[in-house]
């Protein structure tokens, strides 16, 4: 398993170097089809209702926040 920093190239220090890792996280995140559940500034993503949709939404959300907490 790689680190983060091996997949993306480049780790976040503070504001100096915000906008690179946003557009290298932002890539990733879509690569690996969970933009969709990242809210860009501009409208929260929607929650679905069904209950499987619901599971998936979540695992896809813990994903996410691993991904970029890492």
Not at 19 to 34: A, E, P, Q, R, V
């Amino acid at each position: 398993m790689h680190s983060l920093v091996n997949i993306i190239g480049v780790v976040l220090i503070e504001q100096t170097n915000w906008s690179k890792w946003y557009k290298k996280i932002k890539h990733t995140l879509i690569f690996n089809d969970f933009w969709d559940n990242v809210c860009d500034g501009k409208i929260a993503p929607t929650k679905p209702i069904d209950a499987k949709e619901l599971v998936v939404w979540n695992m896809k959300n813990y994903k996410v926040y691993a991904l970029i907490a890492a």
